[in-house]
């Protein structure tokens, strides 16, 4: 793959993720997504839980995700990431490969507004994900 | 409400849907979707797991949902949807609301194909879906 | 059914709880059974995330449940539990029949402790949980 | 940690499976040592995926676990299993312990049994579960 991410990480489908139809439920894709974009944010130095703790929510706002090729039992994948901000949006542009055949299995966006203390607000040190 | 859906279910809010944030976790919703298409489809004389076993499979193929109150502990909600056919995928345009304020908590547009013995293909059978 | 429980819901199987051998997963039987708990919880006009809020947790701290039969797509499901106290723990005592044949699906025993502001200490107001 | 298991693997936890007490959900465990017992098989050469096709599904019969530390966001942890046999039944026995304090989260004594073609059956291949 020559996909250029700013943030990888390769995880494998675990069976109990998997519906009656064999493949992975399409809400465990999001689960994906979001361990993928807190795994991000713990590179950066920063923690998904504390952050809330202190009164700083990554919420998110909006997700549009293109489900093409599904993922099965045994199945290894990448889950990349790259990250753009829009207005107080940041916004994660995620693609799921699957290990061996390099097959998309997911394209989605997901846009996260940061909550203050219950209030839309910026918090500068969330900047840090912007930068490589 | 005075919304017009074509289908509508009231389901309630279970603890462990919700996260460390206190809130019902995103993929969760897909879930909520997921449960009001099929028993959509179980009220229309059909059912998910049956029809997988017969070779049909209801495929998600995109999911675009917008997040708007979060649902919490206790909350109560109706979970309501219109269906449109476009070309061969079936569109659910999804609502959710919660039961006293009736604020509406999340808008998504589910776009479904029917998989036909592996093949994409038309399912007569599902043209009820489309009938009130 | 002529078994006398302290509580009891309705609940039917939702088709994402379902893996890949067709029966709900075992880890979703124990989502069934916190549910079951915390519905009682309310009907005796607690809330499970309230009580949190104000430093109190009920905390499971050991499980022993018996899969008798598996539940799948479609089936609808009665949840009962009886309570008693042993010492310091809440010992939930649930039994899960499907509706329409009345066979037992799970039994289990659910033993909790009340976690008062990070200590394990009584907490008074839960004694209304023994009472019918 | 100088136990002796037959099958480790080191898994972390991910922020959905934490609830709004901000642990780990109860029943996020089961999940965790489905997929240490699938990955042990997997390293027999094994499947439990495949199995399930070739009409041989290992079911899980008895779960008797006890919770001992919570697991938060931000965990790591080693998941270890030794296995037995009991006239028909595959035992697990497992282990959690927390990276870093090895403090033990839970253990767990699961029971397994196959079934072959929708009858409770003897799989030889299974055997190969016993031997290190």
């Known amino acids: 793959m020559e996909k250029n991410f700013d943030f990888v990480i390769q995880m494998q ?23 993928t974009r807190h795994e991000y944010i713990k590179q950066k130095g920063l923690s ?4 809330h703790e202190e009164g ?7 997700i549009n995700i293109a489900y093409k090729t599904p993922l099965r039992s045994d199945d290894e ?4 990431i790259n990250i753009t901000k829009e207005g107080m949006k ?19 966006k997901v ?7 219950g209030k839309l607000a910026d918090y500068p040190p969330l900047e840090a994900l912007l930068k490589n």
Request: hydrophobic letters at 40%; charged letters at 25%; one cysteine or more.
């Open 111 to 117: 846009e996260s507004v940061s909550i203050v203390n």
């Open 77 to 80: 994948f990448i889950s990349g």
């Open 13 to 35: 489908v675990r069976d109990y993720e998997c519906d009656l139809e064999g493949i992975v439920n399409n809400a465990n894709y999001l689960h994906y997504l979001e361990h």
């Open 48 to 51: 998904f839980a504390r952050l």
């Open 90 to 108: 940041y916004v994660f542009h995620h693609e799921i490969y699957r290990v061996g055949d390099e097959k998309l299995c997911i394209r989605a």
């Open 56 to 62: 700083i929510d990554l919420v998110v706002a909006r």
